[in-house]
């Protein structure tokens, strides 16, 4: 009885949870197709993005004008640039453009709507381009962050990144965890956290590989950016994700260097903000947020805001582990294959499940507080 009530609930705040790629973009432009029915000035942009395999891959988004000729204000809203996240984050796109978008709105602010900034991710459910890069790491202002080194992290990467086929049954986790307890002990908490998951540039196969050279996709969303915020001078880009922090819990980050801190004062008053200020928080490096700033220097006001889904309490010393630990899995099984069908079967669910958890409750908290927060957030920077 409690999950059909939860079942009915979800379906209250979405109509529709894609179940692939596929599915998920026809779906996203059918609703462009019928708003742009409604109002001829509304735009659907399709790119495609180069690939490798027989699967017609795009970055597709959906431009809504401010209405009559004054263009102020501009929220970009992007989803999958952490391609498997983007089952959740393009849901909350569809449920924002289906079920409470405020014609008001309009009146001071466009809109741009990016379905899924990684598809071959959403495709294929990981969380890397085609190239095992790490899109939130290769937004770089400049090449020579490609030549950047991690001095340790030599004695890192046989751990983070074995290379044989993976056995990923119960031995094995604990395996893997009193190897994180040494690294632990010996290295601290946040170094850990600033080696494996900051972003590296020295093994193409590792994980959170930032790339050697901006990727394809990266070069498309940063000219899209470029043409289509060029008439604006107040940009707030809301990045969805999910899995880092406190289950079921909707976090937001940003970065110091914002642009109109008093207008961003207001707008996110009562939230809050984590700066990755936290003494254990570790810093990325060629990251999306990074890019909007450099993109829109020129600008009077600049935020860039990612609102994270935590789904594994990854901020716990347990719940760091398992994060780790998926990601390692789902990389090395990727790369070297399998021992048996059984691991290949519970490193793919886990992997899964950490991005895009199948638990209705964690769904519904989800909807209602993006609901909450999107609509709040707006309606303040459309006033703004």
Do not use: C
């Amino acid at each position: 009885m409690f999950k059909l009530l939860l079942l009915f609930s979800l379906q209250a705040f979405a109509q529709f949870y894609p179940q692939s790629y596929l599915e998920s973009r026809s779906h996203f432009i059918e609703i462009a197709e019928s708003m742009k029915s409604q109002n001829s000035n509304i735009e659907l942009k399709q790119m495609d993005v180069p690939t490798k395999t027989n699967i017609h891959l795009t970055i597709d988004a959906l431009f809504i004008p401010q209405n009559g000729s004054k263009q102020e204000r501009l929220v970009i809203i992007t989803a999958g640039t952490h391609g498997i996240e983007a089952y959740t984050g393009s849901s909350l796109q569809f449920d924002l453009l289906d079920n409470y978008f405020d014609s008001t709105w309009l009146n001071n602010t466009a809109f741009l709507i990016i379905h899924a900034v990684n598809p071959y991710g959403y495709q294929f459910q990981r969380r890397v381009d085609e190239n095992n890069v790490d899109l939130n790491r290769n937004f770089s202002a400049s090449d020579k962050n490609f030549d950047s080194k991690i001095s340790d992290y030599d004695s890192f990467d046989s751990y983070l990144n074995p290379t044989e086929p993976l056995s990923a049954n119960y031995f094995d986790d604990l395996t893997l965890f009193l190897k994180s307890l040494h690294k632990l002990v010996v290295y601290g908490k946040k170094q850990i956290a600033q080696i494996a998951v900051g972003g590296q540039y020295q093994n193409p196969l590792g994980i959170y590989y930032g790339g050697s050279q901006t990727q394809p996709t990266s070069k498309i969303i940063k000219e899209m950016f470029l043409s289509v915020g060029k008439p604006f001078n107040k940009i707030l880009h809301i990045d969805l994700h999910t899995g880092y922090g406190e289950h079921g819990k909707l976090h937001f980050f940003s970065d110091r260097k914002l642009k109109g801190r008093d207008s961003f004062e207001a707008i996110f008053k009562g939230l809050a903000i984590d700066f990755g200020s936290d003494k254990d928080f570790y810093e990325t490096s060629g990251d999306f947020g990074t890019m909007t700033l450099n993109v829109f220097a020129d600008k009077e006001f600049v935020v860039p805001m990612t609102f994270e889904f935590g789904t594994l309490d990854s901020q716990t010393i347990l719940g760091g582990f398992k994060s780790l630990r998926n990601m390692i899995y789902e990389n090395q099984g990727f790369h070297y294959g399998y021992k048996n069908s059984q691991s290949e079967k519970r490193a793919k669910k886990l992997f899964k499940e950490m991005f895009n958890p199948s638990d209705l409750n964690w769904r519904e908290k989800v909807f209602r507080q993006s609901k909450e927060a999107l609509t709040l957030v707006i309606k303040r920077f459309s006033e703004q």
